[in-house]
């Protein structure tokens, strides 16, 4: 059965024809399309119609599409282009990046603590470009970490085009809508409460922690509800609970990282990677 605002295969949308879906979050369906003019492949994000319906979030959503399409770093997938169809649609596009995601990799075993690290990374980078550009992205998870397969594996951060300004530091922008992963989400973005560059250093600790583990942090938990009081209230777990054969200085690492209170977390992305790679035997 056709599941509500999905876009079936063969239907263009604002100059791009659908081939097939690649994904969907609670928000959004996200899909391989191709642009008619010039034949390149892109992925393509279609908000649904819930967020399309409500104002705020749709003057947020240009604001913030046209803050990310200013971004350029060789691990950030830029956004190309954004806009509304006709009939109200909101949309986004991306360049198709052909490979896997560090999510899928870690469902298909276990990865190597050095690779972990690598990607870690490659994604502060990324995270640290845009913040100084102004930009908080989020929705830091493994499943916004691709790996291309034509890149020399180079990891790249997607999903910029629903992250929010730092200036503001409203978690939702100002429409009362948050967008947001609570296996990684900050204790600060979970209240609706300020969020800077921090809030992205907590969800990037999380990430980590699940590359090192293969389950993300609170997993244990029973539900959702369960999940965002373990983030608001439960001590950071420990890496070498799940993992002993990783030295017991990345317990440290995920502990700074997943503080509750910002001002004792890391400062920087970079930080927090600069960390877990000293941790790692030379």
Same mark, same amino acid.
């Given at each position: 059965m056709r599941e509500r605002g999905q876009v079936e295969p063969g239907t263009v949308l604002a100059g791009y024809r659908i081939v097939r879906r690649l994904g969907r979050g609670g928000m959004a369906g996200v899909y391989l399309a191709t642009e008619v003019s010039t034949s390149r492949q892109v992925a393509l994000k279609v908000l649904g119609p819930d967020l399309a319906a409500d104002p705020a979030f749709r003057r947020r959503f240009v604001r913030e599409a046209e803050l990310a399409s200013a971004l350029t770093h060789p691990n950030?997938?830029?956004v190309s282009g954004h806009g509304e169809t006709a009939d109200g649609t @909101?949309? @986004? &596009?991306?360049?198709?990046?052909?490979g896997t995601d560090a999510d899928a990799e870690l469902r298909a075993g276990r990865m190597p603590p050095a690779r972990a690290v690598r990607i870690v990374t490659e994604i502060a980078a990324a995270l640290d470009h845009a913040h100084s550009n102004g930009l908080l992205h989020g929705d830091v998870k493994p499943a916004n970490f691709l790996l291309s397969a034509d890149r020399g594996g180079r990891a790249l951060l997607a999903d910029f085009g629903v992250a929010r300004g730092l200036r503001d530091g409203d978690p939702g922008g100002g429409?009362? /809508? /948050? @967008?947001?992963?609570?296996?990684?989400? &900050?204790p600060e973005m979970l209240r609706g409460k300020h969020c800077d560059a921090r809030t992205d250093v907590y969800a990037l600790g999380g990430s980590l922690f699940r590359l090192l583990t293969g389950k993300p942090p609170f997993f244990d938990a029973a539900s959702k509800? $369960?999940? /965002?009081r373990s983030h608001l209230h439960r001590p950071p777990p420990r890496v070498t609970r799940? &993992?002993?054969w990783l030295p017991a200085q990345l317990d $440290?690492?995920?502990?700074t990282a997943l503080a509750k209170d910002p001002a004792n977390r890391y400062r920087t992305a970079g930080d927090l990677a600069r960390a877990a790679a000293a941790a790692l035997p030379a």
């Open positions: 950030i997938v830029p @909101l949309w @986004l &596009a991306m360049p198709y990046v052909a429409t009362g /809508v /948050v @967008l947001v992963t609570a296996a990684y989400a &900050a509800d $369960d999940t /965002v799940f &993992a002993p $440290d690492v995920i502990g």
